[in-house]
């Protein structure tokens, strides 16, 4: 399933293929004039993928390497002959053999390049290219074997059930939100008396399973709060009751499901010294409290206002995004597609190159010995990129384009939780990058409207914490897939 919250992106999944325009080079304008006289065919190979069979008689071709060799003869300088006057046989035969393979890489990029136009291919990647025949006096030919767009015809969308949470934001919804944000922002102070749930205590301790110290089986000035989850229950409550200074040993049983391997189920004997105890206090909802969240006037009346207004913000997302979710879902399911693995393979390095980002790596460390594994992404990948294919499609096919209107709101939406709402309005607009995915984000959520307009949407009445725990709307059951269920090979 693929995350709403990366729909933005989906569609730069899709590349501008390679049939928009050559690259350049400084003789390619000589190979584009003899691609007029080329011979094409073309073969369907497996799937989405294409072989064009590329000639090019052998006139033209020679033409182009003797035309080559007189700019050569003009520049060269070999012992023993004035510059200019290298005769030609001996040009050919020392600079014949590169200059035949650098014009036979000019003709094929831009033979392509004509060849595909001419064909109305649409590539979904670079080529691979395969000389088949290059010798003088013979016509020149190769191939171009590459996987093509493939041609998007949408399910109706007249039977997609999408269920629509809604909910009123009650006072004892204020009521909790008010009190988790003094939770975020308690303060601690270091008291006399024993570990409570909740206090904050700093510890040492050494942990030992069947007598050995096992790794990360020990910590020195370790500070956790109890009953927060910080540590596996059974040390919660060894813990729990001692005063600064009091040293105790237990026996621990890890989760079934905890992360280290060797320490799954297992039970460990720690012994613990509490060094320090601190009990948390909550803020006072006073105006220094206030002024935090940016109100500064109106005391907790206005504060609340606010906290509601975000609340009712939180919530709006949320619901949307699980309605989205239902849309993305049943478009993937309603429509089979063959899937360019070039494409796949593409968008495998983006979310490798992403993930490298997180854990603070720079892109490509596959050369420094380290790489992610593709199967790790293969399933994300061919998600996402038959997601973005057909919501191409829905976009293209309706001639969607971003509503000026809904991109002002939502500038206005982006910058309403700042003071200096202008100056974020103005930074976005300075932006090309950024606004290119405010328009983007916009023509989607346009896109997810229209498939609605013609979908069975049936309102569902909720509570605002089970809509943002996304817990509204019941979850399908997974279904068993099938391997190439999409038609890939």
């Given at each position: 399933?693929?995350?709403?919250?990366?729909?933005?992106e989906l569609r730069v999944v899709?590349?501008?293929?390679?049939?928009?325009?050559?690259?350049v080079h400084p003789n390619l304008a000589r190979a584009e004039n003899i691609v007029e006289f080329m011979q094409v065919s073309i073969e369907t190979m497996t799937g989405l993928e294409?072989?064009?069979?590329?000639?090019?008689?052998?006139?033209?071709?020679?033409?182009?390497?003797?035309e080559r060799l007189a700019d050569a003869r003009g520049k060269v300088r070999l012992p023993g002959f004035r510059p200019g006057k290298v005769p030609m046989k001996e040009v050919r035969r020392r600079f014949g053999p590169s200059?035949?393979?650098?014009?036979?890489?000019?003709?094929?990029?831009?033979?392509?390049?004509?060849?595909?136009?001419?064909?109305?291919?649409?590539?979904?990647?670079?080529?691979s290219l395969e000389v088949v025949k290059m010798d003088p006096g013979i016509d020149f030919e190769f191939t171009a074997t590459f996987e093509v767009m493939?041609?998007?015809?949408?399910?109706?969308?007249?039977?997609?059930?999408?269920?629509?949470?809604?909910a009123e934001i009650s006072e004892a919804d204020v009521d909790d939100m008010v009190e988790k944000l003094r939770e975020q922002r308690k303060t601690f102070e270091v008291v006399e008396r024993a570990a409570e749930e909740g206090d904050q205590v700093k510890v040492d301790f050494e942990g030992r399973l069947d007598g050995e110290v096992f790794e990360g089986g020990t910590g020195e000035d370790v500070p956790f709060t109890?009953?927060?989850?910080?540590?596996?229950?059974?040390?919660?409550?060894?813990?729990?009751?001692?005063?600064?200074?009091?040293?105790?040993?237990?026996?621990?049983t890890f989760p079934e499901d905890y992360q280290a391997e060797n320490l799954k189920g297992k039970t460990v004997q720690f012994t613990v010294r509490v060094k320090e105890v601190s009990a948390s206090t909550l803020p006072e909802l006073d105006e220094a409290f206030f002024q935090e969240f940016g109100v500064e006037e109106g005391g907790e009346a206005a504060f609340r206002i606010e906290v509601r207004e975000n609340m009712q913000r939180e919530m709006d997302a949320a619901a949307?995004?699980?309605?989205?979710?239902?849309?993305?879902?049943?478009?993937?399911?309603?429509?089979?597609?063959l899937i360019p693995q070039a494409l796949v393979h593409r968008e495998i390095h983006n979310l490798k190159d992403r993930m490298m980002q997180q854990f603070q790596l720079p892109p490509g460390q596959k050369n420094l010995g380290f790489d992610l594994p593709d199967d790790l992404f293969q399933d994300e990948a061919h998600s996402r990129v038959k997601l973005g294919l057909l919501m191409n499609a829905v976009i293209e096919g309706n001639a969607l384009t971003p509503?000026?209107?809904k991109v002002e709101e939502r500038l206005a939406e982006l910058a309403k939780p700042y003071k200096e709402a202008e100056a974020i309005i103005g930074y976005y607009r300075s932006n090309p990058e950024q606004m290119q995915q405010i328009e983007m984000s916009v023509l989607e959520d346009q896109a997810i409207d229209l498939i609605l307009g013609q979908s069975k949407v049936e309102p569902l009445d909720s509570s605002y914490a089970d809509i943002i725990a996304d817990k509204a709307v019941p979850k399908p059951e997974p279904e068993a897939t099938e391997e190439n269920s999409d038609g890939d090979e």
């Open positions: 399933m693929v995350d709403v919250a990366q729909l933005v899709i590349p501008a293929v390679v049939g928009s325009s050559p690259i294409r072989r064009l069979t590329i000639s090019v008689p052998s006139e033209q071709f020679e033409s182009q390497i003797t200059i035949r393979a650098e014009v036979a890489g000019e003709l094929m990029q831009a033979s392509f390049f004509d060849a595909v136009s001419q064909e109305s291919l649409e590539p979904a990647g670079q080529p493939p041609r998007v015809e949408l399910a109706s969308f007249g039977e997609f059930a999408v269920i629509a949470p809604k109890i009953g927060a989850g910080q540590m596996i229950e059974d040390f919660d409550a060894g813990v729990r009751g001692l005063k600064a200074d009091e040293e105790t040993t237990f026996d621990a949307r995004n699980q309605v989205k979710q239902q849309v993305l879902d049943q478009l993937g399911k309603a429509n089979e597609l509503d000026e209107t």
